[in-house]
């Protein structure tokens, strides 16, 4: 591990996220670091749950994982449901390996920037996609029936989603460089892929990223270029609605339920599913049918008439996902998760507390691109976790590091008197 360990912290945790765009790249490294966790902890269990900051991910993952475990008793799809429960045990062991990585505040903001380098790369990803049909990485340009246009990049529905999570990240490394209030204008197309990814509920989390920014900004840098530069970067988020609008009018079609095809229609179809779904809840609200099984019971009781449900299918809404799938335990987990990502969001140190937001994103109640219990959400769960906790861990309150030099000085000050 200790060559591991020499590699900078910053490129480790970009290429991990950078991952996230190869399809199940992701997945095959959190298997793979799993595996070594494993091995870990049936060599030395008192080293492993030892480690600095494992346990506090273990207590945090546990607001998803015990409902999903009880959820197995009345599970409509026991399959699907065990492999979702593997799969977060498998986040605490790979969680070890990352953690053997300190990441100070220098590493810290260096991995802003070069996230934000990502990000721009997925960004010219996408209008790669919309110019010539193809992205960088070879994903056609999908296609309505109606003739609209969907920009996914290399992420398919994810994209959007993606792009706004990760946008904190992003805003504040455009804020710590030296063009000023000028390079707000960068945001510009970033923005703009969002709403050209035709999902309408990407455009409200980047909205809510950017007001949850602000409140970070205004809590923990007080300086008065902070107002000047969150009003530049709102002003961008305006043209880059009616930008991103005039180069395709997916959103608007998806929006208004005009899209032919029936995979994108979204205000036509998603009432049945949450009406499916809240239904589904109310007739297992104990535990619910098991994670990943409302498409199951949707097909069971066939209460979508319009749509040939499949067992893959999700209620397009986190919220209600974890409400049908996990019943009252899953609802009370999600909550005590926010919780914990609440008091983090106050937090002193701006690394933390945007950290916090971007982890509060990935999870975002009324997310409905992809399903809550995905490998993506899941790879995305994993991730920003535990950067949080690596956080939290390694980069020190402001008081303490003043504090150092004066605990320094003491003794040579006793010295000479």
């Known amino acids: 591990m200790q060559k591991f360990s020499d590699i900078s912290p910053a490129i480790i945790w970009v290429f991990l996220f950078f991952t996230l765009s190869l399809s199940s790249a992701t997945r095959q490294f959190i298997w793979l670091m799993s595996l070594v966790g494993i091995a870990m902890c049936a ?3 008192k080293a492993f749950f030892g480690t600095d900051g494992i346990r506090r991910f273990w207590v945090v993952l ?3 994982l015990i409902p999903a475990i009880l959820s197995l008793f009345d599970a409509i799809n026991l399959e699907r449901a065990a492999s979702g429960v593997v799969r977060f045990v498998a986040y605490g062991f790979a969680v070890w390996v990352m953690l053997q990585i300190k990441l100070d505040r220098k590493e810290s903001q260096r991995m802003m920037s070069l996230l934000g380098a ?3 790369i997925w960004v010219v990803d996408g209008l790669a996609q919309l110019l ?9 340009l999908i296609e309505l029936d109606s003739g609209h246009t969907l920009v996914t990049g290399s992420f398919r529905t994810g994209y959007g989603s993606t792009l706004a999570i990760l946008s904190p990240f992003f805003l504040e490394a455009l804020r710590r460089g030296r063009g000023g209030i000028s390079t707000s204008v960068l945001s510009l197309p970033l923005f703009a892929t969002i709403v050209m990814s035709g999902n ?10 950017l007001c949850g920014y602000g409140l970070v900004l205004y809590r923990v840098e007080r300086g008065a270029d902070i107002g000047a530069w969150l009003i530049s970067l709102a002003v961008c988020f305006c043209v880059a609605i009616v930008a991103g609008s005039v180069l395709t009018e997916t959103f608007i079609a998806s ?8 995979t994108y229609r979204a205000l036509e179809y998603l009432p049945d599913f949450w009406m499916s779904a809240w239904s589904g809840f109310l007739d297992h609200w104990v535990n619910g049918v098991g994670i990943r099984g409302w498409g199951s019971l949707a097909v069971a009781l066939d209460n979508v008439s319009n749509l040939a449900v499949t067992d893959r299918w999700h209620p397009h809404l986190f919220l209600l996902e974890v409400a049908v799938d996990t019943g009252v335990p899953g609802l009370i987990g999600y909550l005590l998760f926010f919780v914990f990502l609440g008091r983090r969001l106050f937090d002193k140190r701006i690394e ?3 950290c916090s937001l971007v982890v509060m994103l990935a999870l ?3 997310n409905s691109a992809v399903s809550f219990y995905s490998y993506f959400s899941g790879n995305f769960l994993f991730l920003t976790l535990a950067l949080l906790i690596t956080l939290d861990r390694d980069i020190r309150l402001p008081a303490e590091v003043e504090a150092v030099p004066a605990t320094v000085a003491s003794p040579t000050q006793g010295d000479r008197s």
């Open 43 to 45: 060599r030395d269990p």
């Open 132 to 140: 010539t049909g193809l992205s960088v990485f070879g994903n056609p």
């Open 200 to 209: 309408e509920a990407s455009i409200l989390h980047a909205l809510c990223a």
């Open 364 to 366: 975002f109640p009324l």
């Open 62 to 64: 546990s607001c998803f």
């Open 352 to 354: 933390i507390a945007l």
């Open 118 to 120: 990502v990000l721009m």
């Open 255 to 262: 929006a208004s339920g005009q899209a032919a095809t029936d």
